[in-house]
């Protein structure tokens, strides 16, 4: 069946440092792929999506590319900051099948 | 809009109590879920609906009910409360359940103790 792998946190970094977080997929098509954010003491908030291959979604500085190739959709940002701090979760959707979350990553930046 | 909104956002029961959960949206959704969060098993889907009076198991559906009698409201009851219950609960509403634009919307939550 359909699942999402994410790479296990806590992820700790200091502030204006890259992020990477990883994030697999197995699904057979062409899901589309999603990275939510939670921030402490709040539900889940769309970060950003790609529903095609080789399609870019950013928001806020973030970015991931939808590779088909390697089945991945990795979550990067260039420099993070202490207001990044929050939980992220992978996720894949596809035709017949709700969406289905990884298990989350949490980030934690300091000054 | 208020997006989704959920009640109460903390709850302690007793075990063998009931409640329900509140869960509303004002997006004109069809689609509307309950999950729990629970640490090291991120999101898991309870139950589901894809539209008024239409509902249907998620992944872990055992001791929790659900009704849609509305698109705008999707409560979730516990009929008897489990120390396994204890959880955070979230509702979340979207256009549709499935395919490329599944953006779901997220409430934001409520956190459950049961002792």
């Known amino acids: 069946g359909n699942s999402v792998t994410q790479m296990e946190g806590p992820v700790t970094l200091s502030e204006e440092a890259f992020l990477t977080i990883n994030c697999t997929y197995t699904?057979?098509?062409?899901?589309?792929l999603f990275w939510y954010v939670q921030y402490p003491g709040e539900g889940l908030q769309l970060l950003l999506k790609?529903?095609?291959?080789?399609d870019k979604g950013s928001n806020k500085g973030f970015e991931a590319t939808y590779r088909k190739e390697t089945t991945s959709f990795h979550l990067e940002k260039g420099s993070v900051q202490v207001s990044d701090s929050a939980v992220y979760f992978c996720?894949?959707?596809?035709?017949?099948?709700?969406?289905?979350f990884g298990k989350g990553t949490t980030l934690s930046v300091s000054s | 809009n208020a997006g989704v909104t959920q009640t109460p956002k903390f709850q302690v029961l007793k075990t063998g109590q009931s409640m329900t959960l509140q869960c509303a949206q004002d997006?004109?959704?069809?689609?509307m879920s309950w999950y729990r969060q629970d640490p090291g098993m991120g999101l898991r889907l309870i139950h589901y609906?894809?539209?008024?009076?239409?509902?249907d198991q998620g992944e872990v559906p055992n001791g929790y009910n659900v009704s849609r009698s509305t698109t705008e409201d999707f409560p979730l009851r516990l009929l008897s409360a489990a120390p396994s219950q204890t959880s955070v609960y979230f509702c979340?509403?979207?256009?549709?359940?499935?395919?490329?634009?599944?953006?779901?919307?997220f409430g934001p939550g409520t956190r459950l103790t049961v002792l």
């Open positions: 979340a509403s979207s256009y549709q359940r499935t395919g490329k634009n599944n953006e779901q919307f």
């Open positions: 699904a057979t098509g062409y899901p589309s």
């Open positions: 790609a529903t095609k291959a080789d």
């Open positions: 996720a894949l959707s596809q035709a017949g099948t709700a969406l289905i």
């Open positions: 997006m004109n959704h069809e689609y």
């Open positions: 609906s894809v539209g008024a009076g239409i509902t």
